[in-house]
């Protein structure tokens, strides 16, 4: 490569552009030790497994925008089910799903339950919906979570909801205490 001549003038308007230069002594460099910052825990996403039970043993017949849904686990006293339609389960939590799509309405729905029965609740109200804007007036979220509650391992019941909740656009669930919760409360329950 061949040296570039440089012109008197760009080198004195170099030299009083970068003014002083002092020559390094050390080329070293210590660091002062700061602080390091607080560790903080991350949040972590809510790890909900499937508690679905794919059975395929269902014969459900199509519900339409004004059918009432019911559903009683085997095993269970049917005297929950009129305890749960006369609303003596206080609710312990609520989720409004209409206007979702299936795929979303069932994500929503896993969180909620798995949250719900962590925390302990027992009755919940799930708002889906009539349906009115559904294809050929069968609504979609309500069929979907007249299935899906069946196949949660969670669910000991469920119905419609009174009139005042929601009507045929809402359902009251009854839920499996966990285990934490089942052995503080074991005599509570009559059924």
């Known amino acids: 490569m061949t040296k570039k001549i440089q012109d008197p003038a760009d080198s004195e308007l170099f030299r009083l552009a970068i003014g002083t230069v002092r020559a390094i002594k050390d080329d070293k460099i210590t660091l002062a030790k700061a602080e390091k910052p607080k560790p903080y825990p991350k949040n972590k996403p809510v790890e909900i497994e499937n508690r679905l039970v794919e059975h395929h043993d269902y014969d459900l017949d199509t519900v339409s925008i004004e059918d009432r849904l019911s559903y009683i686990a085997p095993g269970l006293q049917k005297n929950v089910h009129a305890k749960m339609r006369k609303g003596q389960f206080g609710l312990d939590a ?29 009755s919940v109200l799930i708002i889906h919906g009539k349906g009115y804007r559904s294809q050929d007036n ?16 969670d669910v000991l019941a469920f119905c419609s909801a009174k009139p005042r909740d929601g009507g045929a656009g809402a359902v009251l669930v009854l839920l499996r205490l966990a285990e934490k919760f089942a052995k503080k409360d074991e005599g509570d329950w009559d059924y």
């Open 94 to 122: 609520e989720i409004d799903l209409h206007g979702l799509t299936s795929a979303e309405a069932k994500r929503q729905l896993l969180v909620f339950l798995h949250r719900a029965v962590t925390d302990g609740c027992r």
């Open 138 to 153: 069968l609504p979609v979220l309500k069929n979907n979570l007249n299935l899906w509650l069946r196949q949660h391992q």
